[in-house]
C-alpha cells in the first residue's frame, strides 16, 4: 500500500520519475528501457556494490567512480559519449543528478537507504560546492529492499513530515493558503509502513517530495543544523502539542524582532539580514484576530495537540525497533534550536505564533548589544 502511495505520488508531482522495487539484478533490463545501446558510467559510494553492477553491464562499456568528497566537477572530464548513469549511494545519486542536469543523458539511481536522500531534493543541499544548484530528477529509481539500510535516523527524518503538516495547517488557519496534505500523508504511512526498510524508504521518499514545492519548513530546517535528528524531532512535538493543547496567547505583546533574529542567526549560521526578511511584524489590528481566531480554534487545536502526542509515541516505539535510544528529556541543543525556529521560515509556524504571542524565551541578551545588531544588520 505505501509503495502505492509513492508510485501516485511521484506521477502526481509531474516530475517523471519511474520508481522500480526489485532486486539489482534489474539494473541492466531497467538501463535498457532508457538507453538500448551506447556507453554508460557507474557511480558508487565507497563500500556500495560497484563490481556487481559493472559486470552486468558489459555492454555499455561503464567507466567507473567512486564519488567520495572531491568536487563534482571532475566528473566531467568524462567522455562526451557517456549518455546514462547509474549511481550507487547518496553522494554518487546527487553526483549522477548535477552531471545529468549539465551534460544530459538518463539517470538510473540505486539508493542504499531508507531515508531515500538524494533521489528527490530538487537542488544540490549544503555540503556541495555547487550547494543550491536545481537539479533534474532521476529517470528511473531501482529500490532493492536487501540494500536498503533502514536505520534509526530515517525514522527521526520520516517523523518530521507530522510537524510540517501542523505548521502549514496553523499558517492556513491563520493566513490562508494549502493545509499541507502531502505531509499529512507521509505522517499517516509511518506507523505501519516504516516497519519495513521498503516502507520506511516510500515515507521518507513521500516527505522529500513534499518538500520539493513546500516553503522553508523550520523543522526540516533545524533537523540538518541538529546533532540528533529524532531528539529534535521529540523536542519539537512536545513544545508543539503543549501549544496546541494548553497555551495561552499574550495580546499585544511585541517580541524583540531584530534581537532574535540576530541571536538565531548566530545559532544557525545564517546570515541576520536573509532571517530578517522572514518576519512580518502584525499590526495591532492583526493580533487582536489572531487571539480571536486561536480562541475560536481552541478545541480543535487541542485535539491535533492530542493527535500529534500520539504519533509522536508511535515513532518513538518504532524509533526504538530500529536501535535509536529514546531521550527522556531534550538537550540544551535541541531546546536551543527551537527557541530560534521561528526565524527559519516566512510561515505562521507554531515557533512563529508563539513568538508572536509572548510564549518564547527572549534572547541572550549578550548577543543583541547594540554594537552587534548594527554589525549583523550591515553584513
Known amino acids: 500500500m505505501c509503495m502505492a502511495l509513492l508510485q501516485n505520488t511521484v506521477r502526481a508531482c509531474g516530475i517523471g520519475t519511474r520508481v522500480r522495487f526489485c532486486p539489482l539484478g534489474e539494473a541492466e533490463n531497467l538501463l535498457k528501457t532508457l538507453l538500448p545501446c551506447g556507453r554508460a558510467a557507474v557511480f558508487a559510494d565507497e563500500g556500495a556494490p560497484l563490481m556487481r553492477v559493472r559486470a552486468r553491464l558489459a555492454a555499455y562499456r561503464p567507466v567507473c567512480c567512486v564519488v567520495g568528497k572531491e568536487p563534482l566537477s571532475g566528473l566531467f572530464s568524462l567522455p562526451d559519449e557517456v549518455r546514462a548513469v547509474v549511481a550507487l549511494g547518496r553522494r554518487s545519486i546527487f553526483a549522477a543528478r548535477f552531471f545529468a542536469s549539465l551534460r544530459g543523458g538518463f539517470v538510473l539511481a540505486v539508493p542504499l537507504a531508507a531515508s531515500a536522500e538524494g533521489l528527490f531534493e530538487a537542488a544540490l543541499p549544503k555540503g556541495y560546492a555547487q550547494a543550491g544548484y536545481p537539479l533534474r530528477a532521476p529517470d528511473v529509481v531501482l529500490a532493492d529492499e536487501t540494500l536498503l539500510a533502514a536505520r534509526a535516523e530515517a525514522v527521526g527524518f520520516a517523523a518530521l513530515s507530522a510537524l510540517c503538516a501542523e505548521d502549514l495547517a496553523l499558517h492556513a488557519l491563520f493566513a490562508g493558503g494549502e493545509d499541507g496534505a502531502a505531509f499529512v500523508r507521509a505522517a499517516e504511512a509511518l506507523p505501519a509502513g516504516g516497519e519495513s526498510a521498503g516502507g520506511l524508504f516510500c515515507v521518507c521518499s513521500l516527505l522529500r517530495l513534499a518538500l520539493r514545492t513546500a516553503p522553508a519548513m523550520p523543522a526540516v530546517r533545524a533537523a540538518e543544523a541538529a546533532e540528533d535528528g529524532y531528539a529534535l524531532f521529540s523536542c519539537f512535538a512536545a513544545r508543539y502539542a503543549r501549544f496546541l493543547e494548553r497555551e495561552e496567547p499574550r495580546r499585544f505583546f511585541v517580541p524583540d524582532y531584530t534581537g532574535r533574529a540576530l541571536h538565531a542567526a548566530q545559532v544557525y549560521g545564517e546570515r541576520a539580514v536573509v532571517l530578517l526578511k522572514n518576519i512580518t511584524v502584525p499590526t495591532a489590528a492583526e493580533c487582536r484576530r489572531r487571539a480571536e481566531v486561536f480562541a475560536q480554534a481552541r478545541a480543535k487545536l487541542r485535539v491535533r495537540g492530542e493527535l500529534l502526542r500520539a504519533f509522536a509515541q508511535k515513532a518513538g516505539r518504532l524509533y526504538a525497533a530500529y536501535g ?55 553584513q
Open 324 to 378: 535509536g535510544r529514546v531521550r527522556a528529556e531534550e538537550s540544551g541543543q535541541t531546546a536551543a534550536l527551537y527557541e530560534c525556529a521561528a526565524e527559519l521560515s516566512p510561515l505562521l509556524s507554531v515557533p512563529a505564533l508563539q513568538r508572536d504571542f509572548g510564549l518564547l524565551e527572549p534572547p541572550p541578551q549578550d548577543s543583541c548589544s547594540a554594537e552587534h545588531m548594527r554589525t549583523a544588520a550591515m
